[in-house]
């Protein structure tokens, strides 16, 4: 117990380190400045990059270039920052902006273009529906200023706190009868029924702090951002809003220009390191998390008694009895799991498979384990961007070899000798299936031009490093494992198998496998519940402490439970254990599951066909890994306690 709440302490105390490893500041001065000789190190232009925009009603996102929004002049062309492999997977698209702010410069009402509409023209008809309709769908803005997202900040209803979030929103919408989206409140013109509005103007709030007496090192701290929906530039406090209303109209001209403004205030108080901190705050209860820990360490204590007392008590005294047994008749009246010595070890069917999903299981533990210990060290922090997925991907490419040689030796073990089938299986079985599911989803999402979308050359990229790399170290691994001699069961397997006595309902796989998942899935639920919620709500996850610990007592509780049915079985005289060991906990995936289908239908304002394609075909593919990451946890504590307890007793 000490031990566990000394790890939790000190990763509770490192991931909160978002700048551990180091991103570079950027010192920003003056226009002046860069006048002066020697020249100063530091940047002079604030740079405004514009992400995905995103709907948690429609989760299809789509690029900024989607939107007739203002073009970016050619000199502002190539300012795009370099994108790396985990942001184009997951459709993160940072595109240089139009917006020219030069530090410590304040601009009012600037305008940016204006963009005219002629309804009888079929194009300018379908650019300004696709406008009105991304609105009425609560699309949002993602913008970023100094690798910092900009914040859109709200006081919450009957309470002094602020709400903060990294998005904002292109318009909003009333309703025919009157009822308003929430960003209407901004202003009360905002109210006439059945009309859609732009927010066509933005006003930059951008913070900075001087970290030293030289002006030349400042830094900007905090970045934010306020919005109207203006008729007419400049706009007028409580003027008309600018409608883009489009109907059954099929004449008629609408003109929207946009503008901006921008204004510096100096903040002593937020330090360059810290922040993100106002921006994290908003996102999580930390209490909650607590909460779920305590839950989480309740269940694992009170397991770790269970299995305890069962193996000090019951087990102790089962071998103790047995290994005392010397006459004949005293052995023909043993019972219970010494009884089946002789088919405990007999090889399952299916054995291709179950080594299979056991490799690949392995391969996915040692990717999370090590993605998370990363992760808290503050080296895939939400300032590195798409580092996350960058480190899944690749140390998911280079462990193959730890499935092939996992994989071949679950094989071999079992008398296996189809151990070319197993090696091809291995490394096309798992990786096959959510690729299938993968590049299915993304023609869909080829079709509805979304940023979500992965590029082709990415795709090809992508396979050459599963063939160049993946493939040969499985194969590598596979030969490993089929080159070392098998493991010599501790009992000898009879060549007649053994009759199974008849068992109670509970005992039969279902009802078995349906029980075994529930304790692991109770532990996890909750961090489960926040990653989920961030993964579909566009929030930044990055309590990878909490994250870390919910992994381990997941993988304690899995063994134990797998450990407990194992036991349970083998006293009924059951010696199938193989793949009731591997279902027992992998039944956590199904839990998974019905959680996330509970999620969208209460917890979800998704809409959309195309929408509820990729809700269930990502949520698929993230069931199917977890389902086999528990399994093999499962299947792996049961082999080594069988493997214990028929090694320790005394068989004639």
């Known amino acids: 117990m000490k031990m566990i709440l000394l790890c939790l302490f000190s990763l509770l105390c490192v991931s909160r380190a978002f700048y551990l490893p180091g991103l570079a500041a950027t010192s920003f001065c003056p226009r002046s400045a860069q006048n002066e000789v020697p020249k100063p190190k530091c940047t002079s232009q604030v740079f405004v990059h514009v992400n995905r925009l995103y709907s948690i009603e429609n989760i299809v996102p789509y690029e900024h270039s989607n939107f007739d929004f203002c073009d970016i002049d050619e000199e502002q062309a190539d300012k795009d920052p370099p994108e790396n492999l985990g942001q184009v997977v997951f459709g993160e698209r940072l595109r240089a ?44 803005h993602a913008w970023v200023i100094d690798n910092m997202p900009i914040t859109w900040c709200y006081k919450i209803l009957n309470s002094d706190k602020q709400f903060c979030t990294p998005r904002f929103p292109v318009g909003c919408a009333v309703s025919k009868d009157g009822r308003r989206q929430e ?18 103007h933005v006003q930059f709030l951008i913070w900075y702090h ?39 109209k099929k004449t008629g001209k609408v003109s929207i220009e946009y503008s901006y403004s921008v204004l510096f205030m100096e903040n002593d108080k ?122 899944v991907l690749i140390l998911y490419i280079f462990l193959g070899a730890v499935a092939g040689y996992v994989s071949a030796r679950v094989y071999k073990f079992m008398g296996g000798l189809r151990w070319k089938t197993n090696i091809l299986m291995t490394s096309f079985l798992v990786s096959g299936i959510i690729f299938g599911i993968f590049f ?35 194969f590598i691994g ?14 000898k397997t009879n060549q007649i198998p053994r009759e199974v006595p008849d068992q109670s309902w ?92 509970h999620y969208f239908i209460f917890k979800t304002q998704i809409v959309g066909s195309l929408s509820y394609l990729i809700y269930f075909g990502y949520t698929g593919i993230i069931v199917f890994l977890f389902s086999i990451f528990t399994g093999t946890i499962g299947f792996t504590s049961c082999f080594w306690f069988v493997w214990r307890i028929y090694s320790i007793v005394k068989i004639d």
């Open 440 to 474: 299915t989803l993304n023609l869909f999402l080829w079709g509805a031009n979304s940023s979500a979308a992965i590029p082709f050359t990415t795709l090809l990229a992508l396979l050459f490093l599963f063939f160049g790399i993946s493939l040969p170290l499985t």
């Open 270 to 391: 937020i330090k360059w390191a810290s922040r993100w901190d106002y921006i994290l705050s908003s996102s999580y209860q930390s209490s909650v998390q607590w909460f779920s820990l305590i839950n989480s360490i309740l269940i694992t204590v009170f397991l770790s008694a269970m299995v305890g007392m069962i193996l000090i008590r019951s087990l102790h005294r089962d071998i103790v009895r047995y290994n005392k047994s010397d006459s004949l008749e005293e052995m023909q009246e043993d019972f219970g799991w010494k009884l089946v010595h002789g088919d405990v070890f007999r090889p399952p069917s299916y054995p291709m498979l179950l080594s299979v999903f056991i490799g690949n299981g392995a391969q996915l533990i040692c990717m999370m384990f090590i993605t998370l210990i990363f992760a808290c060290l503050g080296f895939l922090s939400p300032p590195n961007r798409g580092a996350l997925m960058t480190a």
């Open 478 to 491: 596979s030969f490993l494992g089929f080159r070392r001699t098998p493991a010599e069961p501790p009992v």
């Open 183 to 200: 960003s209407c409140y901004i202003s009360n013109s905002l109210n006439e029924p059945g009309s859609t509005y732009v927010f066509n």
């Open 210 to 248: 001087q970290e030293s007496q030289d002006d030349r090192d400042e830094r900007i701290v905090k970045a934010s951002i306020a919005v109207a929906s203006c008729d007419s530039i400049p706009c007028a406090v409580g003027g008309k809003g600018k409608k883009v209303n489009v109907g059954t």
């Open 506 to 597: 509970l005992s039969h796989p279902f009802p078995s496998s349906l029980m075994g998942g529930i304790l692991p899935f109770g532990c996890a639920f909750i961090q489960l519940f926040f990653i989920i919620n961030s993964l579909w709500s566009g929030q930044f996850y990055y309590m990878f402490g909490f994250v870390l610990l919910a992994f381990i007592i997941l993988i304690l509780v899995s063994m134990e439970t797998s450990i407990l049915l194992c036991y349970f079985h083998l006293c009924a005289e059951d010696y199938r254990w193989w793949w009731r060991s591997f279902f027992a906990t992998a039944t956590t995936g199904l839990y998974l599951f019905l959680f996330s289908l």
């Open 97 to 140: 902006s139009p917006y020219k702010i030069f530090y410590k410069e304040n601009q009012t009402f600037l305008t940016l273009c204006t963009r005219n509409y002629d309804l009888s023209k079929g194009k300018d008809r379908r650019k300004l529906s696709f406008l009105n309709h991304r609105i009425k769908e609560g699309y949002m």
